[in-house]
């Protein structure tokens, strides 16, 4: 089946720092979706993707569809402790509403 | 707007017990979905419903059922529960699922389960 592929794992950065990380498909998505996930709730939605090669900002958080319609990276410029979470991409590829989500980034911030 | 809830948000159950979990949203949703998740592997999903009175199975759906008898409702079965099915679950809904922003899906807080 369709498999997203997350990275980095995991990042431990210092506040003020920016952030990147990506998701890359074997298969080709119409939709990319980018999720915040804080500690005991569920994921939040942060930005959404529509169409390849579009770059969308949502304040300080900035996404973009690959031109191939099988990536897509999320970037958080000047980091603040309150960036501290879990951070999911999900893509979609059918008519069924389905989302693939990837395994997850880990954000941990230092003040 | 209470948007998703989910009930319990916690819950231990002896291996072989049953239970139902529940999921309500109030945004006249026609789409809903049942995930788990657990460390390391995002979110897989395990039921969805495209509308009242169907539903579909996910990537990962034995030892669970479901049912959408209402459509603002959407719940979740185990007729036996077992340790792997130990997690946390979250519900989430979509209005629709045409490309746009009928796509994005809204999630619950959650139900940590635990089955000894």
């Known amino acids: 089946g369709q498999q997203l592929n997350q990275s980095p794992q995991s990042m431990f950065i210092q506040e003020g720092e920016d952030v990147s990380m990506n998701c890359t498909s074997s298969?080709?998505?119409?939709?990319w979706l980018w999720y915040k996930q804080d500690p005991g709730e569920g994921p939040v939605l942060l930005i959404a993707?529509?169409?390849?090669?579009e770059l969308t900002s949502n304040g300080r958080l900035t996404a973009q569809f690959g031109i191939t319609r099988k990536d897509s990276f999320l970037n958080i410029s000047a980091s603040i402790p309150s960036d501290v979470g879990i951070y999911f991409c999900?893509?979609?590829?059918?008519?069924?509403?389905?989302?693939?989500f990837g395994q997850g980034t880990t954000l941990q911030v230092k003040p | 707007n209470a948007g998703v809830t989910q009930t319990p948000k916690f819950r231990v159950l002896k291996t072989g017990q049953s239970m139902t979990l529940l999921c309500a949203q109030d945004?006249?949703?026609?789409?809903m979905y049942w995930y788990r998740q657990d460390p390391g592997m995002g979110l897989r999903l395990i039921h969805y419903?495209?509308?009242?009175?169907?539903?579909a199975k996910g990537e990962v759906p034995d030892g669970y059922n479901v049912s959408r008898l209402k459509k603002q409702n959407f719940l979740l079965g185990l007729e036996s529960a077992a340790p792997s099915q130990t997690s946390v679950y979250f519900c989430?809904?979509?209005?629709?699922?045409?490309?746009?922003?009928?796509?994005?899906?809204?999630f619950g807080p959650g139900t940590r389960l635990t089955v000894l």
């Open positions: 993707l529509y169409k390849a090669g």
């Open positions: 298969s080709i998505f119409n939709t």
């Open positions: 419903s495209v509308g009242e009175g169907t539903t």
């Open positions: 989430a809904s979509s209005y629709s699922s045409g490309g746009d922003a009928t796509d994005e899906q809204f």
């Open positions: 945004m006249n949703h026609e789409y």
């Open positions: 999900a893509g979609s590829s059918s008519n069924t509403g389905k989302l693939i």
